[in-house]
């Protein structure tokens, strides 16, 4: 990147699959550079380079396991590299546990906790230091509908990104850096398949396409709104939700392939 190059930079957590993959392609698109980053290098090469190609722009690549201090430091310090600064910061990456808390082992919940919440919080603190000094970026959490539903520690852990983006919208917003939680229903992606769940659970009216969700979300950061539920399906249940019986909308059980 040249230093008269007017291209801003975007990194991006849990780049290689799903929604963080399609937040790369319509970031790369819009022209941004990118900073793409997930565990499996070898598919971050070969997504930098279709990348590159397609659209112009550079692409770098971090290798880390976001669940593990040293992989969380290795973002941290991009993202503090003043010479090199990034203005939109989405993060992305998260799993989901297929069994209920008390079978799973402690150790996968807390890694779970750790990737959902404390590594965007610690990834937030790390970039919002140089967007506030610049008076200018942006945040995107990707949440999901579940943190306005009793589903678990998923939800838990969602539910702590909205509440958080939601005050730090409030906060940063004046200061030219707004803080986006976006929150998607079920939606098409590695995200079921990698937690072995059978996806027929859910009638096919209530998958949605990631390229919508990514839209949605960007147009909602560009608008500075602090919480968006893509889809009005997903609106309506969101809303249902709240004025219902809490065992009415913890949902049927996840239930494995
Ligand atoms: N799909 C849905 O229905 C849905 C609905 C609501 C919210 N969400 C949320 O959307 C976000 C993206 O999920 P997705 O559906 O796009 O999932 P996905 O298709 O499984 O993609 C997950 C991405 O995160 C990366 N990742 C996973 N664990 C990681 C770790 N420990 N460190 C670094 N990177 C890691 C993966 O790459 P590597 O394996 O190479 O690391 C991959 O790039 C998640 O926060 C999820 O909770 C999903």
Request: hydrophobic letters at 45%.
């Given at each position: 990147?040249?230093?008269?190059?007017?291209?801003?930079?975007?990194?991006?957590?849990?780049?290689?699959?799903?929604?963080?993959?399609?937040?790369?392609?319509?970031?790369?698109?819009?022209?941004?550079?990118?900073?793409?980053?997930?565990?499996?290098?070898?598919?971050?090469?070969?997504?930098?380079?279709?990348?590159?190609?397609?659209?112009?722009?550079?692409?770098?690549?971090?290798?880390?396991?976001?669940?593990?201090?040293?992989?969380?430091?290795?973002?941290?310090?991009?993202?503090?590299?003043?010479?090199?600064?990034?203005?939109?910061?989405?993060?992305?990456?998260?799993?989901?546990?297929?069994?209920?808390?008390?079978?799973?082992?402690?150790?996968?919940?807390?890694?779970?906790?750790?990737?959902?919440?404390?590594?965007?919080?610690?990834?937030?603190?790390?970039?919002?230091?140089?967007?506030?000094?610049?008076?200018?970026?942006?945040?995107?959490?990707?949440?999901?509908v579940a943190a306005f539903l009793p589903r678990g520690?998923?939800s838990?852990?969602?539910g702590?990104?909205?509440?958080?983006?939601?005050?730090?919208?409030?906060?940063?917003?004046?200061?030219?850096?707004?803080?986006?939680?976006?929150?998607?229903g079920l939606?098409?992606?590695?995200?079921?398949?990698?937690?072995?769940?059978?996806?027929?659970v859910a009638p096919?009216?209530m998958?949605?396409?990631?390229?919508?969700?990514?839209?949605?979300?960007?147009?909602?950061?560009?608008?500075?709104?602090?919480?968006?539920?893509?889809?009005?399906r997903y609106r309506f249940i969101v809303a249902a939700a709240q004025v219902l019986p809490a065992r009415l909308t913890t949902g049927p059980p996840r239930?494995?392939?």
């Open positions: 990147m040249t230093a008269s190059d007017s291209k801003t930079t975007a990194l991006i957590t849990g780049a290689t699959a799903g929604l963080g993959a399609e937040f790369a392609r319509q970031l790369g698109e819009q022209g941004h550079h990118l900073v793409l980053v997930a565990r499996d290098s070898g598919r971050l090469a070969a997504k930098a380079h279709e990348l590159e190609n397609n659209y112009s722009i550079d692409v770098e690549v971090i290798a880390a396991d976001l669940t593990d201090d040293a992989g969380v430091a290795a973002v941290v310090e991009r993202l503090s590299d003043e010479a090199r600064p990034v203005e939109i910061l989405v993060n992305n990456a998260g799993f989901g546990l297929l069994r209920s808390f008390e079978e799973n082992d402690i150790e996968d919940e807390k890694a779970h906790l750790k990737l959902l919440v404390e590594t965007p919080m610690v990834l937030s603190h790390a970039a919002l230091k140089g967007m506030l000094r610049r008076r200018s970026g942006k945040i995107v959490n990707v949440a999901s520690t998923y838990a852990a969602k702590w990104l909205v509440a958080f983006s939601r005050w730090a919208n409030l906060a940063y917003s004046p200061q030219g850096v707004t803080v986006t939680a976006v929150c998607p939606t098409h992606t590695e995200f079921h398949d990698r937690m072995e769940m059978d996806k027929s096919q009216w998958w949605l396409k990631p390229d919508r969700v990514v839209r949605e979300a960007l147009a909602a950061s560009g608008h500075g709104r602090a919480v968006w539920i893509p889809s009005k239930r494995s392939k």
